[in-house]
């Protein structure tokens, strides 16, 4: 919506393409229970192809029964053939589809006055996920946060290009002083965690483009829970909001699926895993070293698998360490230990294979900065 204001402040006219999707409420009815599921697969496919023809600062605005797309450069005949070559691989694809074969698609192309443009826009119901920065997450219960980003330390490169996106209660002064401080998620439910991921990809996002606005590209791995991600409503919300994104910044935020039972049922598991595969640069996954089931990770295409290092190190702590790292290693993922915080730990997790290290010896930041070198020998220096 940014983008889209900074538009209309210097356009005269406005080229649209308009989607609408017709006979949602007869594929909703005949598809039951897996109605949101395929509705989030018809709306992902759609944008996919979509994103394949247009230009990359073309603008794509999902509504509540299709899009609009609005045109920087292109306009009248061309702008119309290239609608009908949409709608008709739309077409095609849902016709291989169960139930969302049903659907059909109407599409035009026209050249408005941003009058108009903005009488259209009121009336399309826009399906904006994003929410406020201060949620309410129960019927009386608001959460409110501050986010802060930890470096990542890549052990191989010896330096930082991407940052750990860290959630806490904004009541909180110094949050990087303390391990505890985090904002507690990991109870709430699906609606109730997916209105506070939304609201932390959202800062994220905009913390991100501007970075980007300025030459400077970095990435930055964002937190959500598995609570939402696994439950095909809110997690549609969530993939929307993601496939919202620009391509340039979806290219560098980097999923982090959390607080994941060890007992997750492996085909709800490995859906969840391969809708947000398709959403967003790498994805992550936290777990515990103590866990017995990292092996359900090792065919999942993973990008990294990690968790936090223990505080105090144990002989027991090394033994599933290395069981840990070398799951990872069958898996073909990257391995990365947060709260890293003294010393003692980051020595100790520097001298295992792990790529990326990130905690309190690497830092934390209000806001993340350019990529830069950070070599082991300064680390060191400067944990003690």
Request: proline content about 4%; hydrophobic content about 40%; glycine content about 4%.
């Amino acid at each position: 919506m940014i983008q889209l204001k900074r538009h209309l402040a210097s356009a005269e006219q406005i080229d649209v393409s308009r989607y609408q999707f017709v006979n949602m409420d007869r594929v909703r009815e005949a598809a039951g229970h897996r109605w949101p599921e395929l509705r989030e697969r018809a709306f992902i496919a759609s944008r996919s192809i979509m994103e394949r023809h247009i230009a990359e600062d073309d603008l794509i605005i999902q509504c509540e029964s299709g899009y609009l797309v609005i045109f920087k450069a292109l306009s009248g005949l061309q702008a119309q053939r290239l609608t009908n070559t949409v709608r008709a691989e739309l077409e095609e694809f849902f016709l291989g589809e169960d139930f969302i074969n049903q659907l059909g698609v109407e599409a035009t192309s026209e050249q408005l006055s941003v009058e108009e443009f903005a009488a259209t826009l009121a009336s399309a119901d826009v399906d904006e996920p994003r929410e406020a920065r201060t949620v309410q997450t129960e019927a009386d219960e608001k959460k409110a946060f501050s986010l802060f980003y930890q470096p990542v330390w890549d052990q191989k490169r010896e330096a930082v290009a991407s940052y750990f996106v860290r959630v806490v209660s904004a009541e909180i002064d110094q949050p990087f002083q303390s391990r505890n401080t985090d904002l507690m998620l990991n109870d709430l439910k699906p609606d109730a965690r997916c209105a506070v991921d939304l609201a932390v990809l959202e800062d994220a996002s905009d913390t991100l483009d501007e970075l980007v606005r300025t030459g400077i590209r970095c990435a930055l791995i964002v937190p959500a829970g598995y609570t939402s991600l696994s439950n095909p409503r809110t997690r549609s919300r969530y993939v929307t909001a993601l496939a919202a994104l620009p391509a340039k910044l979806r290219q560098l935020i980097w999923v982090q699926i959390k607080d994941a039972p060890a007992d997750a049922p492996s085909m709800v598991l490995d859906e969840t895993l391969r809708i947000l595969h398709a959403q967003t640069g790498k994805l992550f996954v936290h777990v515990r070293t103590d866990w017995p089931y990292w092996s359900r990770y090792e065919h999942s295409g993973v990008d990294a698998i990690g968790a936090d290092f223990p505080a105090r190190l144990t002989e027991t702590d090394r033994q599933d360490i290395a069981r840990f790292m070398a799951s990872a290693q069958r898996a073909g993922s990257r391995v990365y230990f947060n709260r890293v915080e003294t010393w003692e730990s980051f020595r100790s997790a520097s001298q295992t294979q792990a790529n990326l290290i990130a905690g309190r010896v690497v830092g934390q930041l209000p806001h993340p900065a350019p990529p830069y070198r950070l070599s082991r020998a300064r680390l060191l220096n400067n944990a003690r």
